[in-house]
């Protein structure tokens, strides 16, 4: 089963940056070589909702609410397909942005072609970890 750790988390004031990491390992379980890696977020009281997504081959999609604020990005020298490392650089951080931020894997799903949803059903999981904005 993939295991994903995440890592970056912290607290920042409204305007500031933070780079979230997730080291991913057993990739290779996923048993097809199309794949989802995804960031979603979760606020308290709200439903968890997704950020940012990225297929195996570089194409990522962002939430309008992230849009220009945010990256997604993996290691694209990794030559081992069994581990990679997840990356989300945040900008400008806004209030509305403190969450505990989870990193996800999929297969992709094949709509007429290969795509990563912001809402489909990930089934695998990191931990999460904390960012709190603070105005």
């Known amino acids: 089963q993939v295991q994903l750790d995440e890592s970056g988390g912290g607290s920042v004031q409204a305007g500031g940056s933070l780079r979230l990491s997730c080291a991913a390992s057993?990739?290779?379980?996923?048993?097809?070589?199309?794949?989802?890696m995804a960031w979603f977020r979760q606020a308290p009281g709200k439903e968890r909702e997704g950020v940012a997504t990225?297929?195996?081959?570089?194409?990522?999609?962002?939430?309008?609410?992230v849009k220009g604020r945010f990256t997604i990005s993996k290691d694209n020298d990794s030559k081992d397909n069994d581990n990679n490392t997840l990356y989300l650089q945040m900008n400008n951080l806004k209030p509305e942005d403190t969450a505990v931020y989870y990193c996800?894997?999929?297969?992709?799903?094949?709509?007429?072609?290969?795509?990563?949803?912001?809402?489909?059903?990930?089934?695998?999981w990191g931990h999460g970890t904390q960012v709190t904005v603070s105005s």
């Open positions: 057993k990739l290779s379980s996923l048993s097809m070589s199309t794949t989802c």
């Open positions: 990225i297929l195996n081959d570089g194409a990522t999609n962002v939430a309008d609410s």
């Open positions: 996800a894997a999929s297969v992709a799903w094949y709509t007429g072609r290969w795509l990563c949803p912001l809402k489909a059903p990930y089934n695998n």
